[in-house]
T-cell receptor
Framework: KQEVTQIPAALSVPEGENLVLNCSFTDSAIYNLQWFRQDPGKGLTSLLL?????REQTSGRLNASLDKSSGRSTLYIAASQPGDSATYLC????????????FGKGTTLSVSS | DAMVIQNPRYQVTQFGKPVTLSCSQT?????MYWYQQKSSQAPKLLFH???????NEADTPDNFQSRRPNTSFCFLDIRSPGLGDAAMYLC???????????????FGPGTRLTVL
């Protein structure tokens, strides 16, 4: 059974710091991996989607990498800002009819000014 | 803007009193999903509709039911809510089942359910 783990569960950094969030998954047979952002009491917003054949994706100050063979992904946030404060969840898609996304519990990021 | 809408945003019910949560979408997507997310936990898929075909996850309690009267609307019915059912309920859509290989799911803002 696929399990997705995110470490750390919470992270506090001062504004301007570069940071890395980690995601690991137990079964490397994935179609893709996504990183989502969730603001308190809100739904999920997709940030980056990495196909299993890709190594990384970039969007603005965000860079996500994928090492499928080792079952790991990282989300790199450059020059963090207070507006980046949120919970970041990673999710994997296994493919096949009847399956959806399998999520980790998330890392809650707090960026102080 | 095209989007996924959930109503109400906050719902309070009493132990054992049936409650219905609503989701609508203007994306014209074929698939609609319901997730349950408890505090500091990962979203957990309850079931999904592929067009009119209902697909229940194996560990979803019988207390949870769903209806999809048309493409745009999907409802989550909790027949007899217990204290353990207090959670955020997230509705999501995707163009197609296979679309998730290249495209994301689109999430609504969620309904926070409180059970007294």
């Amino acid at each position: 059974k696929q399990e997705v783990t995110q470490i750390p569960a919470a992270l506090s950094v001062p504004e301007g710091e570069n940071l890395v969030l980690n995601c690991s998954f137990t079964d490397s047979a994935i179609y893709n991996l996504q990183w989502f952002r969730q603001d308190p009491g809100k739904g999920l917003t997709s940030l980056l989607l990495i196909q299993s054949s890709q190594r990384e994706q970039t969007s603005g100050r965000l860079n996500a990498s994928l090492d499928k063979s080792s079952g790991r992904s990282t989300l790199y946030i450059a020059a963090s800002q207070p507006g980046d404060s949120a919970t970041y969840l990673c999710a994997v898609y296994l493919g096949g009819a009847g399956t959806a996304l399998i999520f980790g519990k998330g890392t809650t990021l707090s960026v102080s000014s | 803007d095209a989007m996924v809408i959930q109503n109400p945003r906050y719902q309070v019910t009493q132990f054992g009193k049936p409650v219905t949560l609503s989701c609508s979408q203007t994306l014209n997507h074929n698939v609609m999903y319901w997730y349950q997310q408890k505090s500091s936990q990962a979203p957990k898929l309850l079931f999904h509709y592929y067009d009119k075909d209902f697909n229940n996850e194996a560990d979803t309690p019988d207390n949870f039911q769903s209806r999809r009267p048309n493409t745009s609307f999907c409802f989550l019915d909790i027949r007899s809510p217990g204290l353990g059912d207090a959670a955020m309920y997230l509705c999501a859509t995707s163009r197609d089942i296979g679309a998730l290989s290249t495209d994301t799911q689109y999430f609504g803002p969620g309904t926070r359910l409180t059970v007294l």
